[in-house]
Nanobody, 111 residues
């Protein structure tokens, strides 16, 4: 089982990033998948969770209207489109499926 995130980087406030998570080694099409982030000095917090069909089963209040999670089951890939980024969005973003975690991708929002 492997989850590999990419797409992080440094962006100014108000900017956008698109994160990707490529999955392998399990039945991605049948899995509920989440984005979880860990900000500096804070515990992990769930950003969004998608059902196998792509419906959002959870979306954190702090990202509603700014972030959109989606998935492409043909490509075994999860996405997180992040718009209107704020400094408080800085952190490491992970994708998670059951007990499987990726290594994370760093997002830094700074002027």
């Amino acid at each position: 089982v492997q989850l590999v995130e990419s797409g992080g980087g440094v962006v100014r406030p108000g900017g956008s990033l698109r994160l990707s998570c490529v999955a392998s080694g399990f039945d991605f099409k049948s899995a509920t998948i989440s984005w979880v982030r860990r900000a500096p000095g804070k515990g992990p917090e769930r950003v969004s969770r998608l059902s196998p069909s792509g419906g959002a089963t959870y979306s954190a209040d702090f990202v509603r209207g700014r972030f959109t999670a989606s998935r492409d089951n043909d490509k075994n890939t999860l996405y997180l489109q992040m718009n209107s980024l704020k400094p408080e969005d800085t952190g490491v973003y992970f994708c998670n499926a059951g007990f499987a975690w990726g290594q994370g991708t760093q997002v830094t929002v700074s002027s």
